[in-house]
């Protein structure tokens, strides 16, 4: 009895300070204090039930009170779940694409408009149109674009939830959120006193996870932790796509599918295996993934409204995914190491944020590795009145990268000399912002906001903003809409790009028996003051709680997207031959042929429209179920199309010796745009069972429907008439990816869990990537 006792009241005291946590949180503005009679009208359970989200609108905030399309992924479900690591976890969330590339390496969308590139750039960076943030600070690579997943430096074991924002919201956080926002937001040390957590996993395939996180907290006025990860996934086959055969083969059989001339006088082209030693680009073909990370946390309150927050810590991972510009086969092998430091700090009503992000991305084709260095300072102001709140800052970015194809002598794939040399292109940028909150009744709010960015190393200013409103019909319903602009920045891959392949085209000559093999030489450029892809879109949504235990979110949302930037082919073939007595041309003297590859921006538009959802049932404290879904379509209308066009004929006629010289220009677009790499349904479901204190039963599972990834060989692209011959294509068939996690609680200390991924067996999630199977792993969780 007097067990039964001390648990209840403990339970009862942790409510309580919970319930104090969120009234704290909810009344922080004055006007909730004197207008809002929601909260008032709401049950202790109900209020206890609430959640908080910060991401949305950059101030703790009822859940259901958000103006954007908003999931949480809480730490309970992460923990409830069989997921096993932090992009796994997106796909508890709805309005997420979640494909799995190699065991453990994703690539991840929000709502798909990465994908209308998919086929033009599968073997370029992916993950490019969500900003990704971790307590605010921004991971993502300025180089080509994108995040690359592997590289982060928390694991599931620092995670305290993850808050995902669907649709635009550069306004917010700058250029690249252009589909939304990630922000893995981190916890430590929440117990005063010790706080130890060490987790681990052992599985069929060689599948490794481990992490430990050790931290004191001094009555919660500081806190102090220490945190490491490593996880390891092995290949289930060793086979790599050849796009010349169209198959899986041993990476000895390999062929180059974009062929560099070796010997330009002899004709002779690089073979696979020549090219592999001259670059040392050999595979580990059974690792998948390796990855280890170490994190320092520290907090300190120095006052009621004011505290510090600084974290620094590293990482090393070594991946197989998609290959920036590998010529050979889709996935590239990668080691990538990075350190970090991010310190933020907040006064009454100003806060700063200053963070540094320094290292290299080493890919086993040597000349894709390039070392980087990025710092970022923010500043902000807070300040309310009686019914408006204001929130203006300034932010500045110092951006650096040394790349061997951004040097100023050009890159050649045909000699292949690679080093790092100190040329690093360097830059920065610099923002102002302005957040503003009205909420003139106790039901109605309305956002605005909006953001100016320059880069230095474009001449545009890049103009985002948004404007949001909520009106609570009552305590249990609340209608939004949203209006927003978002862009994506320049990069230095688009604005520095320089280098040069010689390749051999067959090209058709009048007067010739057949196709003559010529090289071309295409020098390869980047440019500046391009426009970046930018989307505007709109929404409105609905959330209802029909029961206290039923709760619905709905979200309809229509977008456009234009300023693509694409690569464009410009050739000039010039032929000399001889002329006959009757004025036909006869005999070939000579052929010679040279372009050019240039960024440009392109004339095409794409649009989207879909309907997402989240139904969300607890039939009671030992069962909770979730479903979710998201549908869309998109269009694409301009020139979508692969073709040729030519656009000069020169003749020069020398009546000594009856020599003609024909030049001969074209332009190629050597892209095709295309809607069919999105799935236009994906979504999940979790259902989570616990009948006492000791057991939890979970199962989740996450579905997409089918669609299909193309590629075409653009560098060989001359003759449109045979243009299928050279084309690629996989379908991905729908798939329903089901896990299930049983947990035991040994004693207060302890937990077991046996975790079945993949239980409906192998599939393959990724165009010309692998195949994904079963794992079983066994975990031991101890806590103190």
Sequence with gaps: MEKFLNKAVMNFKGKTLLFIMIITSLLCFKTFAQKDKIYNEMTLEELLDIDVVVTASKHPEDLFETPLSTTIISKEEISNSGVTSIPEALRLSQGLIVREITPGNYDIHIRGYDDITKNVYLTLSYNTTILVMIDNRIVYSY???????ETLPVDLNDVERIEVVRGPASALYGPNAVTGVINIITSHANKKGKNITVNGQLGTNKAKNASVNIGYNWDD??????????????????????????????????????????????????MFNDYQKELDAYYDEDLSLRRAGGNIFFTHNYGVNSNIDIALGAQKSQSQRTGFLNIATP??????????????????????????????????????????????????????????????????????????????????????????????????????????????????????????????????????????STYRINKNNLVRAVHSKASKSPFFFDTYLNSSITTNYDHIVDGAPGPITVPVTLHVKGQKDLKYPTITSSEIGWRTKITNSLSLDLEMFYSQVDNFVNPNVYHDYTTVQEVDDLGNPGTVLSIRADGTVKFENYNLNASQYG????????????????????????????????????????????????????????????????????PSFFGGFTLNYKPNNKWSFNTDGYIYSQHEFANYNYYQISDIENLEKDKSQMDIKTNLVLNAKTSYQLNKHALINITAKNILGEHREYGFADNIGSIVLLGLQWKY
Excluded: C
């Excluded at 180089?143 to 997943?149: A, D, K, N």
């Excluded at 490491?228 to 000895?252: A, H, L, M, Q, T």
């Excluded at 940028?429 to 957040?435: E, G, I, K, N, R």
């Design 143 to 149: 180089f080509s674009g994108g995040t690359f997943w």
């Design 221 to 270: 006025k500081t806190k102090l932790s220490f945190s490491g990860n490593f996880s390891e996934r092995y290949r289930f086959d060793s086979e790599y796509y050849d796009f010349i055969r169209k198959d899986y083969v041993g990476v000895d059989s390999l062929t180059l599918f974009v062929t560099p001339v070796k010997d330009i006088s002899a004709n002779e082209p690089w």
């Design 331 to 468: 996935l590239s092998q990668t080691e990538s190491e990075s350190y970090y430091l991010n310190a933020k700090i907040k006064h009454d009503n100003v806060s700063g944020q200053f963070t540094v992000n320094s290292g290299k991305d080493e890919n086993n084709y040597k000349f894709n590795s390039y070392k980087f260095t990025n710092i970022e300072g923010n500043l902000e102001y807070f300040k309310e009145f009686k019914t408006i709140s204001i929130r203006p800052g300034i932010n500045y970015k110092y951006l650096s990268y040394n790349s061997p194809f951004t040097y100023n002598e050009s890159f050649s794939f045909n000699e292949l000399k690679y080093q790092f040399k100190d040329e690093s292109r360097e830059t920065f940028s610099y923002s102002a912002f302005m957040l503003t909150e009205w909420k003139p009744t106790a039901k109605l709010r309305v956002i605005g906001a909006a953001r100016l960015d320059k880069f230095g190393f474009n001449k545009h200013y890049f103009m985002n903003y948004e404007v949001a």
């Design 611 to 678: 309907l997402g959802f989240t139904l969300d049932y607890d039939f009671s404290d030992e069962f909770k179920a979730k479903v979710f879904g998201n549908y869309q379509k998109t269009n694409i209308s301009g020139r979508k199309n692969i073709d040729v066009e030519l656009t000069n004929i020169q003749f020069d006629f020398s009546p000594t010796g009856d020599i003609l010289t024909t030049t001969l220009s074209n332009t190629t677009n050597p892209t095709q745009w295309s809607e069919d790499a999105t």
